[in-house]
């Protein structure tokens, strides 16, 4: 399908890697236009290089931590004008909750919450009087279903949810749409992390956490960032226009639920 957003421009957040990459890769392939951002500048230079060159579109690299302010002007003074926004940032680290001072409490509530809406905040309006905007915010299924020692990134992420369920329907009129897309257990570096703490505390090897992780999912598998990437894309579509407000769940029929 022809997703009609080619010479488009996009920002995507936290994108040298994992389904931020993911989401690059699709878009670029889409024929838009990229900013790209991480913390790794060399990493970013060379994922740069290779989008620019397979798909012919410009790449711009920010290399900043997209939760500061300084971040954030970074990312828009390469790409004040936008299109399309991909609101991506790594969750705080799995931690019991009565472990977390008010210090991580606010970290947190910052990277998942508070930075999506300020960098909504700078490009909303200009979408609108262009009459297109893609908003898409990826979030985490546990959005959903609580994870076991994530409750600050789920409380931060619903949070968002939650902000942005009134703002979205305020802006579909100019053609300016905001969804959430909420991955279950894909195969990235952020989750074998988690494996390996399991394979640590269990005794069993790396590959069979993996594969007792895959059982648990109807589709007997982990996604992969590229799948994940090409649904964001759609989200960002031309034909997804009458799409505002949505949780769009990626885990392989994990969640159980009828609705």
Do not use: W
Request: glycine content about 10%; aromatic content about 4%; proline content about 5%.
């Amino acid at each position: 399908m022809h997703l009609g957003i080619n010479g488009r421009k996009a920002i995507i957040c936290a994108s040298s890697r994992g389904l931020g990459l993911g989401t690059a890769k699709a878009l670029a392939e889409a024929g838009c236009d990229l900013v790209i951002n991480g913390r790794n500048e060399t990493l970013l230079n060379q994922i740069a290089r290779e989008l620019s060159t397979a798909h012919n579109v410009a790449v711009i690299p920010v290399a900043a931590d997209i939760s500061t302010p300084e971040g954030q002007q970074a990312v828009l003074a390469a790409c004040p004008k936008p299109d399309i926004l991909i609101n991506n940032n790594g969750g705080p680290p799995r931690k019991d909750f009565k472990e977390l001072d008010r210090e991580a409490i606010q970290a947190g509530i910052v990277q998942n919450m508070i930075t999506p809406i300020e960098l909504i905040k700078a490009v909303i309006e200009g979408m609108a009087e262009r009459r297109f905007g893609r908003i898409v915010n990826i979030t985490s299924m546990s959005v959903k279903m609580p994870i076991e020692g994530l409750d600050l990134s789920s409380g931060a992420r619903a949070g968002l949810t939650a902000f942005l369920a009134g703002v979205c329907r305020q802006y579909t009129q100019y053609n300016v749409t905001i969804n959430n897309v909420l991955p279950g257990k894909f195969d990235t570096d952020r989750l074998k992390g988690g494996f390996e703490r399991q394979a640590q505390q269990t005794g069993i090897s790396l590959e069979e956490a993996k594969r007792l992780s895959s059982e648990e999912i109807p589709a007997r598998r982990l996604g992969h960032p590229d799948e994940f990437g090409n649904a964001c894309a759609f989200m960002c579509s031309a034909h997804a226009g009458y799409i505002t407000g949505q949780n769009l769940l990626l885990d392989g029929g994990l969640y159980p639920s009828a609705f």
